[in-house]
C-alpha cells in the first residue's frame, strides 16, 4: 500500500501527539498539542499543529519542536486587512502585502511582548501604497489627464496634445 517510509515525528517531551502507533498511509495526519496551559510551539505561538504523510511518503513537517511556556501566552494582535505578521516569543514583526504601505511612515511594526502582554495592541492599518510626488507636468500645446489627482499604485496618468497634434515620437512611428 502507500505508507509513509516512517513512523511520524517522535513527539518532544511536554507534547502530545494522537497518533494511534499504527497508521502510516498516504494522507494520514497526526495531531500534536501542548497540553500546559500557557505553553505552545515557539516557532508560531500556536498549541497544536499537525503532520501529514504527503505524496512523497514524507511526513511534513518531518520535525515538531518542542513546546515552550510562551511569555505573552495570548495570540498577538491580529494583522492589518493587506497585511500580515511573522511571529517569534518576544516580538512579532508586521508587513502590509505587495501594493500596500502603513498609513503611517513604518516600514515594518513590531508588537513587543511586554510583562506577558502584546505591546502595543492597536496595529496601523495598511493602505494602497501612494506615489510621493506629483506626475510630470504637460508640457506646451498637450494637457494632462489626471483622475480624482490619485497618487495610489496603479493609477494612470494621460497626456494628450492639443489639436491633433501627435507628440514627436508617435509621430515617427506614423511617417
Not at 21 to 37: D, E, H, L, W
Not at 82 to 99: D, F, R
Not at 150 to 171: A, H, P, Q
Request: hydrophobic residues 25%.
Amino acid at each position: 500500500g502507500m505508507n509513509c517510509s516512517s513512523d511520524p515525528p517522535t513527539a518532544p517531551s511536554d507534547t502530545e501527539s494522537d497518533w494511534d502507533g499504527r497508521n502510516i498511509t498516504f494522507g494520514a495526519t497526526v495531531q500534536y498539542s501542548c497540553p500546559k496551559v500557557g505553553w505552545g510551539f515557539p516557532d508560531n505561538g500556536y498549541n497544536r499543529r499537525h503532520v501529514e504523510c504527503d505524496s512523497d511518503m514524507e511526513w511534513k513537517p518531518s520535525v515538531i519542536p518542542a513546546c515552550v511556556e510562551l511569555p505573552c501566552p495570548d495570540r498577538p494582535p491580529a494583522a492589518p486587512q493587506h497585511g500580515y505578521y511573522l511571529y517569534s516569543l518576544e516580538k512579532t514583526t508586521y508587513n502590509c502585502s505587495g501594493a500596500y504601505e502603513f498609513a503611517e511612515e513604518y516600514e515594518v511594526f513590531n508588537a513587543t511582548c511586554i510583562s506577558g502582554l502584546w505591546e502595543p495592541q492597536q496595529i496601523p492599518p495598511c493602505q494602497a501604497r501612494q506615489c510621493k510626488t506629483d506626475p510630470p507636468k504637460a508640457i506646451s500645446k498637450m494637457h494632462q489627464v489626471w483622475h480624482n489627482k490619485k497618487r495610489s499604485v496603479g493609477t494612470v496618468v494621460n497626456y494628450k496634445c492639443y489639436l491633433n497634434r501627435l507628440t514627436w515620437e508617435l509621430n515617427l512611428q506614423h511617417q
